[in-house]
């Protein structure tokens, strides 16, 4: 690939890039200003903060196919212009309705909206990424929109705090709208026969059953999903309580006592400030010598330590090192997640095994929860935290010793 080629596949990544995080920042801003002011929302309980807060993620496991299928009919840049309208729209219908109902429908199609913005931005690193930057670009796409997220959680937060939900939510919509614009003149078309395989292009149907059964696509898919549940699912919505667990509900940092929900927030902050640099530097890694299949298993096995360490009685900050470490690991493996995904996609129906893909992270992202709260019901905290370990290390063992994908592939 010649330099100015390279030059302007980076600059569609960074242009969908850009696209996403306009899009998600009001998405980000519930996360901080709902659970304060539910009662602007027109809700009545803080139970159905929660449920608006998880049904997006719930919504995408049906809507994934669907938007699949609309992708491989349509291409990349018509995707695009609908889900940054629809993001638009719905950011702004969250300063205007109100009640249960009425936000329910608004975060199913956001759901939608993301579920778009998901394939979109891995099928442009498809469109336009030769197989040794494939990693990189990924983490550059990964890195940047969560920018977005990043600027919804901290100015939207402080902009509700001074002027009130509806106010933020007009504020997000603003933001969102050169989504659109930018949608419609900045991104190429890019038709959605460039993103079939071989053998489709040949006239050769292959279920989609056959192609998912592949032992490859199904480690992969199978092991990306433990990594989901475990890393986003499991360990971000018990942080708190393991915080408590281990330390009271109050901490003491720096001369202040502080919350556990506060430090909490803060260590999961961190990790928006850093995906911006080290996800591309991540991709750029795993795309030289050192490959993705080494650096996937050595991550899996960091995981795995990490959590097992967590149940052991040490000093706060050593302790703390652990959490901010394992948020590393996050970072990670979410990037070279994604980046084994474009590459086995690459090598089969793309289509069918991103959108398989985006399923099987969704699923382990909502299983998460319910499985952690759960283990920890039956057999406690530090049960729950070397559970998880183990399943960390049973898949490090496979990706170690018999490594779905090939090590010289990348």
Known sequence: MTPSTSSLSRKQVIIFALITAACV???SMLYVVLPVHWE???LTS???VGLLLSLNRLARLPLNPFAGWVYSRLSTKTCSVFASLLAVLVTLSYGLVEGLAAWAVLRVLWGLSWSFLKLGGLFTVMDVAGPNERGYLVGLYSGIYRLGSLAGMLGGGLIADLFGLKVTALVCAAIAMPAVIMSLTML???PPEKRRSATEQEGRKTSVLSVLRSPKILWVLLTCLMVKLISEGFFM??????LEHHWGSTISCFG????CATVAGFIQSLRWGWDPVLSPLVGRISDGRLGRVSMFAGGCWACAALLA???FKMPFWPWMGLLIGFLICCTVMTTLSDALATDVASESQAVVVITAYTFAIDLGAALGPMGGFAAIELWGMDAAYLIGAVLMAIFALQWTFWPPVKRSQN
């Open 25 to 27: 920042a009001g998405d």
């Open 188 to 190: 190429k078309h890019t």
């Open 256 to 259: 202040l006592a502080l919350g």
């Open 46 to 48: 803080l139970w159905e």
């Open 237 to 242: 919505s018990t942080l708190s309580p393991l």
């Open 40 to 42: 602007s929302a027109g």
């Open 309 to 311: 360490l967590t149940v």
